[in-house]
């Protein structure tokens, strides 16, 4: 029922009063005021310098389809409604779906009421009877309830009380634009509030963020510590035990411990655990921990189920962590001691397979675990299997170096003592031909002696006959003497004993010092023994003298022991760069045969019938292994039987 | 009549050593044996030889260490030494030159005609000295 207001009014504001109000409201709508304060402030105001009995504002909740009482005005009416109300003012709405009061009709028709009955406004929410009971207690005439306007909505309204009898339509018309101006303040206030909400709750989220990524650079710090440290260092036991330390230490868990396995058994057994006071106890609890053996398929713990599925197991019992292999009991008693609450089990693994576990111990259950300390220590776990792996390959690199240098050690021991043997061997050979020749080589001197004294008739006079036979035995001991000698050279030139010192000389000396020394021989044996020199200036050879005197000699010798009468001559000639040395005789010659066997080891031909007259005495064999060790060549030719030899050599120029 | 030549013999096989003993006494020499190296090194003390024949290999004191001695006692020093022997190893030769032998025969190589003549080289070298 609306009051249709008069067109007189009964009231009406000066328009200083009017100005004042406005700038009153104005101030506090712009002011630094919270809400609350600020719309207390525009009620007050408008109550008191306006005379009104009291005023309420009454704001929207749209979500809910309600309007509630926000503000009052602490007057007597107010305050009378108030107390009248069974709870807190602001507990009271009113549905805008089916608007029982004037204040529900204002929001939602967008509506001036103006009413004489205070309950017409204020009931259901107050009892009408007490209502009424108010209106006659603070004098109320009249009511109005304008609406107040946001941008785009009516956000609420605002309810006055008068001791007049009605409302002037400028009356109205002021209080409507008073209202609207709330309104948008309201509006305005309430978005600045949103975004101060909004502003808070960024901060807030900012500060969790920052937060966040600083316990994250925290532990990638701690980290980055624990991988430096056990990336140190190649000892496996100093790996395992580095981690756990700094599971504690550094990462601030209770406890630690890492399993690894061991490839032979494929069994889990631990290698080292962290070192806290509670730990120590368990140390000495369990004495030698490394003993402890866990299958990895043994499907009863967590810790093996971890290794063999790879991935990660928490628990908050650690008996599932522990036992087996221990004692259940025991197991209780650890996680008492150390007050374990949680458990986390860690698999290590590198390039895909499994090395083992880290257990760590918590002081809180392990569905507390936050992900971020569950990032550090899965980057923890990786770490860790990078390092043993790598200490692993060292640990079998080792190994196989220490096998390596174990048969390298063996093979040179092997190669020392073989070495040793053939040197002995060696020594003894050449001990063993020592002895041998000097102790052949006594008897045939005694039977060459005495046989030259007897046959030169030192023992008085020998008969023809008897003087024959002598003879015939004296050559035979002197085959003795040559084969003795010739054993010898062949083993001093096998076994690298003769040493040549080439020196450069003229050959024409040595080969008269030959000529001297053969010529009794020769003139014995009716031989013409002559050097037929060159024309020509030859140069100097390189060679050792001594040897090539005793080539000489043989290659002379034997020449004039062929040659029954006759010549044996030697002569010299240039031959492809070196010098050649060539003796001919007109003996007995030689057959194709004989040629075929000449300066081969042993061979009977030529020197088998050789008589010394100075120096060790050489077979053919001997003779080209020296001429060629100088340097040089040797041949050996013949026509044919009786038609005489030559024998040629070279010699290097110096 | 001139002084004869004492040759000092030093050969510890008994038929090589009446051999050369034979021999060089019929050649005009004087000669003094000793079997071993001790009775050499006793009695070259007493008359001084003018040559030795030297063996090497005798039981005790081997014809190195007499050499060696001999070459060490400033009045045995200057006699010519012959070494008179049937170990002809390159070491051998090298060693008993360089102790001072004026010469090296294997015993098994030479009659006794050829030593008696490689003496008188020996010694004919000397008196040019």
Redesign the interface.
Known sequence: MMAKSKEKSSHYFSAAQTLSVLQKISAALVSDLDFESMTQRVVDTMVKDLQYLGGILFLVNKKKNEVRAYTTSSTKVINAIVKALPSSFRDHYTKLQDPKDNVARTVKYNKVYIGNRLSDFISPAVDANMADWIQRFARVKSTITIPVRGKQEIIGALLLNTERDEFSDEEITILQAFANQVGVAIENARFYQQINNFNTELKQKVSEATAQIQRQYQDLLVLRKITDIITSTLDLQKVCQEIVNSVTTRLNFVAGFISLIDAETYQLYPTAISETAGMDKVRNLLGDFRKLRLAVDDKRSKLSQAVSNMEVYTTDNLTEVLSPPLNPRIAQRIQKMNKIAGVIVLPIMAQGRALGALTIGLDKPAEEIMKQEKETLITLANEAGLAIDNALLFERTQQFNVQLKDEVSRATKELRDANAKLKKLDKAK?EF??IA??QL??P???I???L??IL?G?YGMVTDSVGKVLGRVYNSNERL?TL??NM?NVS?IESG???MQPKPFQIENTIEDVMGELAPEAKARRVDLIFKKPTWQPKKVIGDKRLLHEVLVNLVDNSIKYTPHGTVKVTLHRHFGQLEVRVKDDGVGMTKDDQSRLFKKFSRGRDAYRH?T????LGLYVVRRLVEMNGGTIQGSSPGRGKGSTFKFTIPYA | MPEKIRIFLVEDDQDLQEMYETKFTMEGFEVVKAENGAAALNKITGDKPDIILLDIVMPEIDGFQVLKDIKANPDTKEIPVILLTNLGQDGDIKKGMELGAVDYLIKANFTPNEVVEKVKKALGNTEEK
Do not use: E, P, Q
């Open positions: 050449s031909i020592s020749s000097h080589r006594t045939l001197s005694t060459k002696g005495y030259s004294m030169a030192d003497v003795v000698n010898l001093r004993r003769i040493t010394y100075g120096g060790s005495g």
